[in-house]
């Protein structure tokens, strides 16, 4: 059993800050890549950010510049540091990662997702 949990999500005015952060929990072995997507209403759910065991990033166009994202391996934790954030940021943002687990499979976990609201 996998547990993401997503937490720093709130409500910020346009151009502020917020740092999300996902920790993983449970029978982990090893995570292998890591992102996170978001889901504004009667939108579909979009890759945010991605991030290797290695470390190698990679950035919807949408938020180059403005984001980060990063990780702790040792801590399995994941991290979104997002900048000068603008209305049509604000969505559900979730944690997914690809894990293996003690007894050697690998799947895809989802946490529940933290809200951010970006305000005009």
């Known amino acids: 059993q996998v547990h993401l949990v997503e937490s720093g999500g709130g409500l910020v005015q346009a151009g502020g800050s917020l740092r999300l952060s996902c920790a993983a929990s449970?029978?982990?072995?090893?995570?292998?890549?890591a992102g996170w997507y978001r889901q504004a209403p009667g939108k579909q759910r979009e890759l945010v950010a991605g991030?290797?065991?290695?470390?190698?990033?990679n950035y919807a166009d949408f938020v180059k510049d403005r984001f980060t994202i990063s990780r702790n391996v040792a801590e399995n934790t994941v991290h979104l540091q997002m900048a000068s954030l603008k209305p049509e940021d604000t969505a559900i943002y979730y944690c997914?990662?690809?894990?293996?687990?003690?007894?050697?499979?690998?799947?895809?976990?989802w946490g529940r997702g933290t809200q951010v609201t970006v305000s005009s």
């Open positions: 997914k990662a690809y894990v293996a687990t003690f007894d050697g499979r690998w799947n895809d976990y």
């Open positions: 449970g029978s982990i072995l090893r995570i292998n890549n």
């Open positions: 991030i290797t065991i290695g470390g190698i990033t």
